[in-house]
């Protein structure tokens, strides 16, 4: 019985491999968005970078045409027991290098895509519109708190709320205000719903990322338009109005990477209809699906070995 | 053991290119967890979007979501699991959550209750059951956590703040994910 754990796996994931996971459809849209969008994963420009892969992992970039699309740890994972090693811990954060280096990218070279999670949700910095100059520049501590309160712009601080946030929020005329407990203003952001809904202009000052030519095949998103990432959306907006008009999909955001942990949230197996039969969970893996993309993990130790694209 | 040959079927399942899912009304179960017996998925035709509209029941959910301009997103490729409550979860406390003049609010609400992927509720049985806690947690689109649990046969979710629903009547396998219809609003208003 137990020799037929391992024998699944093989089968699963090499009737896997070629089907599902796909190389960057090559739209010809060229790579311009995605070398700006990414996570700081190139490989195309993080060969020399002082990380440094000279303690003779032997997984250097010149290996990279030959493999496929799927890259898996286990071709790192082997050099864990070379003797000349004296320091395992810090061989181990050389190996999460190199297979983030590595495994972020297709077949054809061009990188795998995350958006960046923004711990700060993408807040601006400095002075808000309507509350700017005001005495130090910005509202003094105290005086926000009490003008919000003046205004009722504080009672739905709930819906923005998460555990663990000391925070508060309070909303005005499409911005999110943060403060901290004492009402001092730490950023403010453009709120879906609010400045960022179909028919508002892109806020100015707001910083975004281009959408990836993966997530426009992945979302079939109509390339008439640009679509932005900012805080947890994909907005399409107008490029020559700059105005949004729709909000295409909502993203976690968060930045799943091969080495890393699964983060807390993917406990519950949430693979599309589609591909449950090649990517059911089992002995040596489990998959999560977030943004897009698959994630397999090593079901004991929650690292994530695999990132799956999803193109039919 | 049992677990063991389940597995060891997994393959099986890919080659014949069956489905291990579950049925339309659920039961799907991870890999690792499912029934023995192959059942076909078969999800509507329906998106998401379609689903919430065609159901009285969510009436003031589609009200919100039309008013937060996400109908959209419910109508694109996702996939989503909504927890959708139903017209009655919506207490006064929560406010008018699809006036105009709340529509970042309600966009936030709805953020609030939606996860990644596709959730069956046997999916949820399943992480429940193979957790040591007896709970399992999924991230939304706002950045907070679900919490699952089970009261006798009945799942419970919990959102971060502590607001706690049931999840009730029938799951419906949209084209594009899954509404998991739900009594309470999962963000708690404040005092």
Redesign the interface.
């Known amino acids: 019985?137990?020799k037929?754990?391992p024998?699944?796996s093989a089968?699963?994931l090499a009737?896997?491999a070629p089907t599902a996971v796909l190389a960057d459809p090559g739209n010809g849209k060229g790579g311009d968005k995605q070398e700006r969008g990414q996570r700081g994963g190139n490989a195309e420009r993080g060969n020399d970078n002082g990380n440094g892969n000279g303690r003779g992992n032997g997984n250097g970039n010149d290996r990279r045409a030959d493999r496929p699309d799927v890259q898996i740890v286990e071709g790192v994972r082997g050099d864990r027991n070379d003797d000349r090693r004296t320091d395992r811990r810090d061989d181990r954060r050389e190996v999460r290098r190199e297979v983030e280096r590595q495994v972020f990218q297709t077949r054809d070279g061009r990188p795998v895509v995350y958006f960046r999670h923004d711990d700060d949700?993408g807040l601006i910095v400095g002075c808000p519109p309507g509350l700017a100059k005001k005495n130090n520049g910005c509202l003094p501590p105290g005086q926000a708190r009490q003008i919000a309160r003046a205004a009722g712009v504080d009672?739905?601080?709930?819906?923005?709320?998460?555990?663990d946030d000391a925070n508060r929020y309070e909303?005005r005329d499409?911005y999110?205000y943060r403060m901290n407990q004492q009402g001092s203003l730490l950023g403010y952001l453009p709120?879906?719903?609010?400045a960022l809904?179909?028919g508002s202009a892109w806020p100015t000052r707001y910083r975004y990322q281009p959408a990836p030519d993966y997530y426009s095949s992945?979302?079939?998103l109509n390339q008439n338009q640009d679509y932005r990432y900012a805080d947890?959306a994909l907005y399409g907006v107008n490029p020559q109005t700059q105005m949004i008009s729709?909000?295409?999909?909502?993203?976690?955001?968060?930045n799943l990477g091969v080495g890393q942990r699964l983060?807390?949230?993917?406990?519950?197996?949430?693979?599309?209809?589609g591909y449950?039969?090649?990517?059911?969970?089992?002995?040596t893996s489990?998959y999560?699906?977030?943004?897009g993309y698959l994630y397999q993990a090593d079901p004991k130790t929650q690292l994530i070995t695999t990132v799956i694209q999803l193109l039919t | 053991?049992k677990t063991?040959?389940r597995?060891?079927l997994?393959?099986l399942?890919?080659?014949t290119?069956?489905?291990?899912?579950d049925g339309a009304g659920g039961g799907?179960?991870?890999?690792?967890?499912?029934a023995g017996g192959p059942t076909a998925?078969t999800?509507s035709s329906q998106t998401l979007a379609q689903t919430l509209k065609g159901d009285r029941t969510f009436g003031t959910l589609e009200r919100v979501l039309d008013n937060?301009?996400?109908g959209?997103?419910l109508a694109?490729?996702?996939?989503?699991?909504v927890f959708a409550p139903s017209d009655a979860a919506f207490t006064a406390s929560a406010?008018d959550l699809g006036d105009e003049a709340?529509?970042?609010?309600?966009?936030?609400?709805l953020?609030?209750h939606?996860?990644?992927?596709?959730?069956t509720r046997a999916?949820?049985r399943?992480?429940i059951d193979q957790?040591s806690s007896g709970t399992?947690?999924?991230?939304?689109?706002?950045?907070?956590?679900l919490t699952?649990s089970k009261d006798g046969d009945t799942l419970i979710v919990t959102g971060?703040?502590g607001a706690r629903g049931r999840l009730t009547g029938e799951e419906t396998?949209a084209s594009n994910g899954v509404v998991q219809p739900v009594d309470a609003l999962l963000?708690?208003?404040?005092g």
Do not use: H
């Open positions: 019985m137990y037929l754990v024998i699944t089968l699963v009737l896997a949700r009672r739905y601080d709930w819906m923005w709320r998460t555990r909303y499409g999110l709120v879906l719903g609010g809904s179909p992945y979302f079939g947890g729709q909000v295409a999909a909502l993203l976690t955001g968060q983060p807390s949230g993917y406990d519950v197996y949430n693979v599309p209809y449950r039969d090649q990517y059911a969970d089992n002995a489990m999560r699906y977030n943004d | 053991m063991m040959m597995w060891a997994a393959p399942c890919v080659v290119l069956v489905a291990c899912g799907a179960g991870n890999g690792a967890g499912k998925v999800p937060a301009a996400l959209e997103v694109g490729k996702g996939p989503y699991t406010g709340m529509k970042a609010q309600g966009a936030a609400m953020r609030a939606i996860v990644p992927g596709s959730l999916d949820i399943a992480a957790s399992a947690e999924m991230r939304t689109m706002a950045n907070s956590l699952f971060d703040n396998l963000v708690k208003a404040a």
